[in-house]
């Protein structure tokens, strides 16, 4: 069966430290992955998604980036966190096939970022 | 521009009673539509999908229906109970795309 991990689960940081967020997808193969954010009490805001090895869609203008290095593997990062960065950020996959399909998306377990 | 939004930020029903949640959207011609459960601090998990060719679709105690004249999927939870408090979230996949955007949530409390 297909499982997402999803590391580290809390983290707290300064302003203007590094961000690397990691996500690896097991039990299949040429996943679409995403990054979500959610702000407390707020909805699932898309930041990225990727089809496959080095393709990275960005959905929100910010100081965020995603990689994808390995065909389950899904890389967060940022060079300087600010403190509008801070929220919960979760990784997923599908197996999307096409329009029609229907396939749902899974996702992790959540990282919480606090930025102080 | 697009927009998927669910009316009611947060909704409280006695216990037994058929929680009703609704999700709105404009500016989609989605082929599908899904809603997901969240508790507080996980990951949302998938309940239903319902196509666009189907009115009502039906698990166990939930039921969805979609109208895609209204652009409108309606949820329910009948004899609701405190294991259903969560929050609930549709989700659309953007024609096109491999996107999926997900509605701001209904935060369903049940009581006892």
């Known amino acids: 069966s297909q499982t997402i991990h999803q590391w580290p689960a809390t983290l707290v940081q300064p302003v203007g430290s590094p961000l690397s967020l990691e996500c690896t997808v097991e039990?299949?193969?040429?996943?679409?992955l995403y990054w979500y954010r959610q702000a407390a009490g707020r909805g699932l805001q898309l930041l990225f998604y990727s089809v496959g090895i080095g393709q990275i869609s960005s959905e929100v203008p910010q100081n965020l980036s995603a990689s994808r290095p390995q065909d389950r593997q899904f890389i967060l990062s940022s060079k300087k966190l600010l403190l509008s960065d801070s929220g919960f950020y979760l990784c997923a996959w599908s197996d999307f096939q096409g329009p029609r399909s229907g396939n749902t998306i899974y996702f992790g377990e959540g990282s919480w970022l606090t930025v102080v | 521009s697009q927009k998927i939004e669910q009316n009611s930020e947060a909704l409280n029903i006695q216990e037994g009673k058929t929680a009703t949640l609704t999700c709105n959207y404009t500016n989609y011609s989605p082929a599908y539509l899904q809603w997901y459960r969240q508790d507080p601090g996980r990951g949302p998990v998938f309940l239903l999908l319902?196509?666009?060719?189907?009115k009502e679709k039906r698990k166990e105690r939930l039921k969805v229906t979609f109208d895609t004249t209204l652009k409108q999927s309606l949820f329910h939870i009948t004899a609701s109970q405190p294991a259903d408090s969560a929050t609930y979230l549709c989700?659309?996949?953007?024609?096109?795309?491999?996107?999926?955007?997900f509605g701001t949530g209904t935060r369903l409390k049940v009581l006892a």
């Open positions: 039990g299949t193969s040429n996943p679409n």
């Open positions: 989700a659309l996949l953007t024609s096109g795309t491999y996107k999926y955007i």
């Open positions: 319902i196509r666009e060719n189907e």
